[in-house]
């Protein structure tokens, strides 16, 4: 049962005796199975649970959405990843995103948090103090007209007047060293390392045969994972693990068939490690 799902059923008004017709609810015909106390003691622990969501959004969005670009002029999108119950931010360039790795400038993908406090600590010091209250990084990031990174300097334009040209260097810019200090899970799509380019034949038959499976499920074939597993011999989990396979984004896909997916994918933990959510 998903949460929309789930959600649906807690808000279902059917249950406290009433018929609904055209966003109206009427009294119903039949019993009641819910008290009214408790169903309306939901619904204001939903809409409280609610504004507390919108609220926490608000404070989490990220600082240099719209303003951060790679090197090759690519905008650079928020994301996040989940391990063990730690969220981790990522700016993600647009171009990896729609899995064009030509396009993408010397970094792909880069630490929220790190870039944020490393600009934010570099602006007040270095922004006219009449524009802004003195020590105030966020209102110095008004003045801010892009933040290009990358992986050796991160260059700060500022809102440059009329008669300045847009591209290029201006005398206001700022230009910081830079490299990051992150490693691991912000290196994954990273890793372009074209002579260990090989395609990962295990890698590719568990894929192929993930998607083997899932077409016989969806067919008709077996009508449960159990079924399908006893008929190949091998445990459920097994077959429940590598399905996770049939489901990956298409640029992931095309990677692992090139042999260009980053070298720390290995067959025996791909399922565990290779995210579901296309994004990430």
Same mark, same amino acid.
């Not at 790679?70 to 905008?75: E, H, S, V």
């Not at 948090?113 to 010091?125: F, H, K, N, R």
């Not at 597993?229 to 590598?242: D, F, L, S, T, Y």
């Given at each position: 049962?998903?949460r929309?799902?789930?959600?649906?059923?807690l808000?279902? @008004?059917?249950?406290?005796?009433e018929?609904?017709?055209?966003?109206?609810w009427?009294?119903? !015909?039949h019993?009641?199975?819910?008290?009214?106390?408790?169903?309306d003691? +939901?619904q204001?622990?939903?809409?409280?649970?609610?504004?507390?969501?919108k609220? &926490?959004?608000t404070? %989490?969005?990220?600082?240099?959405?719209?303003?951060?670009y790679?090197?090759?002029?690519?905008?650079m999108t928020p %994301?996040?990843?989940?391990k063990?119950?730690? @969220?981790?931010?990522?700016? *993600? %360039?647009s171009a990896?995103l =729609?899995?064009?790795k030509s !396009?993408v400038?010397? /970094?792909?993908? +880069?630490?929220a948090?790190?870039?944020?406090?490393? +600009?934010?600590?570099? /602006?007040?010091?270095r922004?006219?103090? &009449?524009?802004?209250?003195?020590?105030d990084?966020?209102?110095?990031?008004?003045l801010?007209? @892009?933040?290009?990174?990358?992986?050796?300097?991160?260059?700060i334009?500022?809102?440059s007047?009329?008669d300045?040209?847009a591209?290029? @260097?201006?005398p206001?810019?700022?230009?910081?060293?830079?490299?990051?200090?992150t490693t691991g899970s912000s %290196?994954?799509? !990273?890793?372009?390392?074209?002579?260990?380019w090989?395609?990962?034949e295990s890698?590719?038959q568990?894929m192929?045969?993930?998607?083997?499976?899932?077409h016989t499920?969806?067919?008709?074939a077996?009508?449960?994972i !159990?079924?399908l597993?006893?008929?190949?011999?091998?445990?459920?989990? *097994?077959?429940?693990?590598?399905l996770r396979?049939?489901f990956?984004?298409?640029?992931? *896909?095309s990677?692992?068939l090139d042999?260009?997916?980053p070298?720390?994918i290995? =067959?025996?933990?791909a399922?565990?490690?290779?995210?579901?959510?296309?994004?990430?």
């Open positions: 049962m998903s929309y799902t789930l959600a649906h059923f808000k279902n @008004r059917v249950y406290v005796g018929t609904g017709h055209k966003d109206k009427f009294p119903g !015909e019993q009641p199975i819910v008290d009214r106390k408790v169903f003691a +939901v204001a622990l939903l809409r409280s649970n609610s504004i507390r969501r609220a &926490s959004q404070a %989490s969005e990220a600082l240099f959405m719209g303003k951060l790679d090197d090759r002029g690519n905008r %994301s996040f990843s989940a063990n119950g730690v @969220r981790y931010r990522f700016y *993600v %360039s990896l =729609r899995g064009r !396009e400038g010397s /970094l792909g993908r +880069v630490p948090q790190e870039i944020e406090d490393y +600009v934010l600590a570099a /602006l007040p010091s922004t006219p103090t &009449s524009a802004i209250p003195q020590a990084s966020r209102a110095a990031l008004q801010v007209d @892009r933040i290009i990174v990358s992986r050796s300097e991160v260059l334009k500022m809102a007047p009329d300045l040209p591209a290029g @260097r201006t206001g810019d700022i230009a910081l060293p830079w490299q990051s200090r %290196s994954l799509i !990273e890793n372009h390392n074209t002579d260990n090989k395609p990962d890698l590719i568990s192929v045969r993930a998607r083997h499976w899932l499920l969806q067919d008709g077996y009508d449960t !159990e079924n597993a006893a008929a190949q011999n091998i445990h459920p989990k *097994v077959v429940r693990q590598e396979l049939a990956l984004s298409p640029s992931l *896909v990677a692992i042999g260009t997916q070298t720390d290995k =067959r025996q933990h399922w565990k490690t290779l995210p579901l959510a296309w994004i990430d």
